[in-house]
């Protein structure tokens, strides 16, 4: 799991954003309400409405969602739906009294045939396993995909609809749906050995995918990768329960140790015959990304060394396995893999995103790797490429132009002119969905403290087409409640350092009086906290934490250090080698800061994070033990010799190149100095950053004779949630900052 997420059901939760206003009109004098953690986590008080379970059908004017058990097609212009695509009584197996529990479907390209999976287990952040069947919409046939034993990850239809691709047991298998025959593409998956058409465990979540293989656009061959991971160093996890403890051991590579070895083939499907594709005789290195061009036979295959600064697009002839490096993209420090790779129709041309000026910007190239011309340009950034409209060759792409602190849609042709923004006027963050030929948008918009609004736009000029979902109930609703203001500014650090901030002050506010100060810390590279939005998952559950706290009179601050992102690649990189310093001096540099604010008590200020938060909390009270009164860490890093490979070596080189990188910033090495009260929580099961981490820090902590306080969860991952969960580990955090702060 990417660090500075929290795992899958996190993601599962952000489905639905929930955003509320920090504040809000008083239709009329009534006694305001207080939250409560069960408001937040139990009865779903500030749940907001939206748009779920969108997916766009090949018509853009319609999408299909599941309701009910039925799956629905709804007309995008109005929300409603218009006919029913299958119904839940269409979904019986012969002698089955009740229809599939379906839990997720996918259409081949000409919606005749439906995927869908049932008996879901998730695996890792991004991986799971089901049990999948083809359901036939002119015969209303519901037949079982494979009859082999076990589930099956990533089925995927061949364009042409004729097959479906999927892998079990770390091999890959080809269906023909005419005939129902089942091909193995591979024989030799191995659990912790070899893996085809998936990835490992660091793959998926550092390089952000887990299905790995690719219908070429013809359907003839899928590409795939295989993994070798039988080199790689094996973590230990105890599952506790019955009587004795379980063992869950998975390949984990920690900074430093052995990667799995990465190779690309091709398979023909008509001839039956894999080809590999060369990638190169070095083994130590990465293949983050494969992907078809727009011309017969050609596969794109991404490869970066293993320090991260170097990314190569490389050509290859799938028919021979020959590759040509097209494009090479080097930085100092390292350079970062996205998805914003886009091959034109024709086979002509490419987009692509870089750093190469400082910012991430968007440039045209022909296919031998030539520049056309750079489209963007500007001390902003883009944030992602959302679509391509090849009749105007116009992209779509969502940028920081106005302010880090937002996001923004705009358009511009291929010549790199007719920059327009597409979004309304205004601050905010606008979230997207396109269709695929860029008619419409969906638009997810939100501000701070606002309840997300989602609206229908026109494509070609932003225009409303129509409000779906504006919450209003819930807008209404919260004008009961004692809710702060969220502010931003910006202030100077004594290094002459310019630094954002979020500050949410008591909906009563005195500014005679001195309030505590609580400072909640992510900091990881390329990250905000501080972004004109109200977050979803756990970034909206911690808003509404902050104002229960900012309730009991604590004044709440988030400051988003060097290293974080929007701000350019200088910003981002100064803390490159080093991980920690810089991002520790600022955020002790704003505490004496709001130090110095007349309405702070600058004797009561604590700090608190969750991951590389977690990390930045136990740094911060171990640096500056005179500075912080309290601080509360929830599954941090406290060594980065214990992360993993991919994460940890982008920023630090490895600990063999840069053993003072890793050191000289480790809290473990600083737990001497602790003064403050300290709360450290971990989940036992957690596969991400591991429980080892609290166990290192609280070994050192007894070496030094320091007090603390401890809270471990059993067998919870580095969300730590499930049931009760949640509501335990918050009304534990808020009676600790209630005592300490």
């Known amino acids: 799991m990417k660090l500075r997420s929290l795992g899958l059901a996190l993601l599962l939760t952000t489905a639905s954003p929930m955003l509320l206003p920090a504040t809000a009109p008083v239709a009329f004098a009534q006694q305001k309400q207080n939250i409560t953690l069960e408001d937040i986590w139990q009865k779903g008080t500030f ?14 004017r319609y999408y299909s969602s599941l309701a009910k058990g039925d799956l629905v097609q709804n007309d995008v212009t109005t929300g409603q739906p218009v006919q029913t ?23 081949n390209a000409d919606e005749t045939k439906i995927l869908f999976s049932t008996a879901t287990e998730p695996i890792y952040r991004r991986s799971s396993k089901s049990t999948f069947y083809v359901y036939d919409r002119s015969t209303k046939q519901l037949v079982l995909l494979s009859a082999g034993e076990g589930k099956q990850l990533y089925a995927t239809f061949s364009p042409d609809g004729k097959r479906v691709a999927f892998v079990r047991d770390n ?39 887990a299905q790995g293989f690719q219908w070429s656009p013809d359907s003839r061959q899928v590409a795939f990768y ?41 398979y023909d499907v008509a001839a039956g015959q894999t080809v590999k594709m060369d990638v190169g005789p070095e083994a130590d290195q990465y293949i983050p990304r494969i992907g078809w061009t727009k011309t017969p036979n050609l596969l794109s295959i991404r490869r970066m060394n293993r320090l991260q600064n170097k990314l190569e697009i490389l050509h290859a002839d ?27 129709e024709g086979g002509k ?38 679509g391509f409209n090849e009749k105007k060759g116009e992209v779509y792409f969502i940028s920081t132009e106005e302010s880090p602190l937002q996001r923004h849609l705009y358009s511009i042709n291929l010549k790199g002119k007719g920059k327009t923004r597409l979004s309304e006027a205004g601050g905010g963050v606008d979230v997207v969905n396109m269709s695929p030929d860029t008619k419409y948008y969906l638009n997810y918009h939100s501000e701070a403290g606002q309840p997300q609004v989602v609206s229908l736009r026109n494509g070609q000029d932003g225009k409303l087409v129509k409000v779906l979902e504006d919450n209003a109930a819930l807008r209404q609703k919260l004008t009961g409640y004692n809710l702060g203001k969220l502010e931003f500014i910006n202030f100077k650090t004594d290094e002459g350092v310019d630094l954002n901030a979020s500050v949410l002050k008591p909906a009563n506010f005195d500014p005679a009086k001195k309030y505590p100060v609580l400072m909640y810390v992510y900091g990881g590279p390329g990250s905000q906290t501080v972004k004109d939005d109200a977050g979803g998952g756990i970034a909206f559950t911690n808003y509404l934490w902050h104002q229960l706290l900012a309730e009991q009179g604590y004044i709440i601050v988030s400051v988003d250090n060097r290293g974080t992102g929007a701000r350019g690649s200088a910003f981002k990189k100064s803390t490159y080698a080093n991980l920690g310093k810089l991002e520790t001096q600022d955020q002790a540099a704003a505490a004496r800061y709001f130090a110095t604010l007349p309405y702070v008590d600058k004797s009561r200020i604590g700090i608190w994070g969750w ?17 912080f009164k309290m601080g509360v860490a929830v599954a941090p890093v406290t060594n980065w010799r214990y992360y993993d490979t991919v994460y940890t070596e982008r920023f630090l080189k490895t600990p063999q190149e840069n ?19 300290l709360l450290l929580v971990h989940g036992t099961g957690d596969d991400n950053v591991h429980f080892q981490n609290s166990v290192a820090f609280v070994d050192a902590m007894i070496k030094a004779n320091k007090d603390y306080q401890t809270l471990y969860y059993p067998n919870r991952n580095h969300g730590i949630y499930g049931g009760n969960t949640r509501l335990h580990l918050y009304r534990q955090m808020t009676n600790f900052v209630l005592q300490n702060l």
């Open 226 to 266: 295989r993994f070798d991971v039988s080199a790689v160093p094996e973590y230990n996890m105890q599952e506790w329960g019955p009587l004795y403890p379980q063992d869950y051991r998975y390949k984990y590579p920690k900074a430093g140790e052995k990667n799995s070895t990465v190779g690309v083939s091709v």
């Open 85 to 107: 695509i299958v119904a839940a009584a269409d979904l019986k197996l012969p002698g089955q009294a009740q229809p599939l529990p379906v839990d997720g479907y996918s259409f």
């Open 611 to 627: 991951s590389f938060g977690g990390y930045m909390t136990t740094l911060a009270l171990t640096k500056n033990p005179d500075l």
């Open 349 to 386: 041309q490419f987009l692509f995103t870089s750093e190469k000026d400082g910012y991430r910007h968007l440039y045209l190239y022909d296919m031998k790797g030539k520049l056309v011309r750079q489209l963007t340009k500007g001390n902003w950034e883009i944030a992602s490429i959302e």
């Open 171 to 209: 091999n890959l298998f080809v269906t023909d749906l005419a005939t129902m025959r089942e091909t193995a593409v591979t024989t030799d998956g191995e659990l912790n050995k070899i893996i085809n058409g998936g990835t490992d465990w660091v793959y998926e979540e550092e390089f952000e995918f």
């Open 659 to 677: 053993p003072q990188g890793y050191d000289d910033n480790s809290p473990v090495q600083f737990a001497d100095q602790l003064k403050s009260k």
């Open 318 to 344: 799938a028919r021979t396995g020959k590759t040509d490096v097209v494009l090479t993209d080097t930085d100092p420090a390292y350079v970062e893999v996205n998805d914003d790779l886009r091959y034109l």
């Open 47 to 60: 749940s907001a409405k939206s748009v779920a379970g969108f997916n766009w059908m090949k018509d853009g």
